[in-house]
């Protein structure tokens, strides 16, 4: 799936060139010629990058940046700026852009800076996921998908819920397949060093975790080990 880039430039001959460029580099581009289109399509297209001019009619670049960042939004925006003072930059800094680039500037360095603040954006995202098989977990949103292989169908993921403590124990053996835990480990690094109480939860939370990880008949991928404790492992 091609990235998403919001383009919000003022000056149309420049917004036409620069979508062609990007367009043809192969990312989905919308362009907005003010700061108020801007903000709205910022808001309805998630994309995954911004590149905002600085001086826009209505709301300026950097008054949109501040604004999507006081919403929450966390993707790359790059300001596009005539000015070349010191004291712009901070602005535009502060304002909560990641990069500025100053006009005029050559294609090649602008998409050479989209193409940094997507990787750096592309290895954070993944820095929280753990795979392993057909089965993810996304340790910062707490999602936990198993893709589905329907009879005839492409697979599509199926979105697992956990309870906190399901979670917490698919994360510990997630976080080193094939790599066998005793049950004291899991006891002390899932329910604390405090647990006091049946040890038997262990077994009760890997039949849970199982019963909501195989509900479509999906291979089994828990395996206890006899005697020891349990282990992630494809067989
Ligand atoms: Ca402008």
Redesign the pocket.
Known sequence: MSERIILV???VKLAQFLEMELTSEGYDVSVANDGMTGLILARESTPDLAIL?????GLS?VELCRRLRATGCKIPIIL?T?KDEVNSRVTGLDAGADDYVIKPFSIEELLARIRAHLRRRTEEDNRHLLQFEDLSLNRQTREVFRSDKPFGHAPRLRTIELTVKEFDLLEYLMSNPRQVFTRDQILEKVWGYDFVGDSNVIEVYVRYLRLKLEQNNEKRLIHTVRGVGYVLREE
């Open positions: 430039e003022d000056e001019d600085w001086m826009l009619p670049g596009l005539a």
